[in-house]
């Protein structure tokens, strides 16, 4: 990316000498326009596109954020700013160093840009039935981990052909209920997608907790609960542990494990038993046994006695005998906690607060206040980080594209970038 003031008047002063000898420069607005183009689509927007001659016209004009709303309906903004923010969202950890494209990028590029006919929209992220192949230099509809890096550089990433449907590695069409938009896309071992993530190994708590932390910007510790009760801790998790009930210098293992995101009720049962990665990668557990269920534990050996919760083995017992497991009807209630201790309030939750199944608990959670805000305050770190916005100002960036709040919100993230670069907290 080009930085600097020397910088942008180099720049403008290439694009000024394709003009008229007697153009009149306009330094000032072609500065703010190269700033807001930079931002957006990383400087892959060429200063010869009609494009950018456009934008230095609004920013003339007064109108910041046309300018902006300009390059960000660019091919460009999903060759770099959707891209970028589609690769940091394969792990809660939003940082897309050494992530590749996958068919969970490209999903997320879709409904960030509109490709593929479709209409851009966040609130459908972790829910929408669908797969987006990419089209490769040949014209051939592929996945986007087909491409290699070099040729994800030059395609058009707002070029994408969609299917109906999901299908694991193994090619198992997944049942609607099940599907979790990005969250349940991978075809492959290995392709960095968040499937990956989130099923390999352990007990698929943190795929879950992946979701609510990249939905919400929440931590674990935030939504921690002294209100919850042992039923709602997952099986495996001793109960026999002397910092169960009470912690050690920290809140007990309930408060997380029945209160917070991996309780039984806040979505675990909906993909603890359901996913896991083999060798062939993501996969859809069609017939579990004791041995593939994870809610018993990351030990395969260890299941079987942690379902039945053997009393007289020695040591003590490594299971919670009072936990029903986890519901076969995929069920969740994120009311039966998070209600009581403010969680709810905290996010914004306008959806039901129970259901059955990842597709339903993922279009709801994307309905709460604090997504938009969440994604308001992402894009804020990536185009201003030095920037100083107010809780008002953020508000007012999100509510401009949540729909649940206000019937004109967009829906669209490139409002809230558009927003975001124009705003004078950003200058």
């Known amino acids: 990316m080009v930085r600097g003031l020397g910088a942008y008047l180099l720049l403008a002063m290439l694009w000024l000498s394709t003009e008229s000898a007697h153009a009149q420069i306009d330094v000032d607005a072609t500065v703010k326009a190269l700033r807001l183009r930079n931002g957006i689509t990383g400087g892959l927007l060429p200063v010869s596109d009609p494009i950018f001659a456009n934008m230095v016209t609004r920013v003339q004009a007064g109108d910041l954020y046309g300018a902006a709303l300009l390059a960000a309906n660019s091919r460009y903004f999903a060759d770099y700013l959707a891209r970028r923010l589609a690769l940091q969202m394969q792990t809660p ?54 491409i290699s890096f070099e040729e994800g550089l030059n395609i058009n990433w707002t070029q994408m052909v969609r299917i109906n449907g999901q299908e694991d590695a193994t090619g198992f069409v997944l049942p609607v209920k099940h599907v979790g938009g990005y969250l349940t896309l991978s075809d492959r071992p290995n392709d960095n997608s968040f499937a990956i993530f989130g099923a390999t190994a352990g007990t698929n708590l943190r795929m879950i907790a992946g979701f609510w932390e990249i939905a919400t910007g929440l931590t674990l510790m935030d939504v921690a609960s002294q209100a919850a009760t042992v039923q709602q801790v997952p099986r495996f998790v001793p109960s026999f542990d002397p910092n169960f009930f009470v912690g050690q210098g920290q809140p007990a293992c309930m408060s997380c494990h029945a209160g917070g995101m991996v309780s039984l009720d806040h979505g675990y049962s909906t993909v603890a038993n359901t996913f896991d990665v083999t060798g062939d990668g993501f996969i859809f557990v069609q017939n579990s046994t004791t041995g593939s269920k994870k809610s018993l534990g990351s030990d395969r050996g260890a299941r079987g006695r942690v379902q039945t919760c053997n009393l007289s083995r020695t040591p003590t017992p490594v299971c919670n005998p009072e936990s029903p497991d986890v519901d076969p009807n995929n069920s969740w209630n994120v009311a039966q906690t998070w209600q009581q201790s403010g969680t709810l309030k905290a996010m914004g939750w306008v959806g039901p607060t129970q259901g059955q199944g990842l597709q339903a608990l993922g279009y709801y959670a994307a309905q709460s206040w604090i997504f938009y805000q969440n994604l308001t305050q992402r894009v804020i770190g990536e185009l201003c980080p030095l920037g100083t916005f107010s809780e008002t100002e953020i508000n007012r960036i999100a509510g401009a594209a949540n729909p649940w709040a206000d019937p004109a919100g967009t829906d669209d993230i490139r409002t809230i970038v558009a927003m975001v670069a124009a705003s004078p907290g950003c200058l």
């Open 93 to 146: 950890a939003l940082d897309e160093t050494g992530m590749t494209d996958n068919d969970a990028t490209a999903f997320l590029i879709a409904h960030f840009t509109g490709a593929a006919g479709t209409v851009p929209r966040l609130s459908t992220i972790f829910s929408e039935n669908a797969t987006y192949l990419v089209v490769d230099s040949s014209g051939q509809p592929v996945h986007a981990a087909d």
